[in-house]
């Protein structure tokens, strides 16, 4: 009867956790785009121990840009 009570806490937590971040989403914008522009961003790791990897990813996305404009 226990494990009962026990499995049905857990399926009640589980679907309050999954509703309540359903209504967390944020409204969508049109931030950072205009007729003429579109401001592109990355959140890429410039320093410390694995800086290799976002710097060269940083600078691929600044070469791809380049070579579409």
């Known amino acids: ?9 857990l399926i009640g937590a589980a679907i309050a956790l999954t509703a ?10 049109n931030q950072g785009i205009t007729d003429t522009e579109i401001a592109l961003g990355t ?10 990897w976002g710097v060269a990813v940083a600078n691929g996305m600044k070469m791809a840009v380049d070579e579409i404009n």
């Open 1 to 9: 009867m226990r494990l009962d009570h026990c499995r049905a806490a």
């Open 20 to 29: 309540g971040s359903a209504g967390a989403q944020t409204k969508l914008t």
């Open 43 to 52: 959140h890429q790791d410039l320093s410390g121990p694995i800086k290799g």
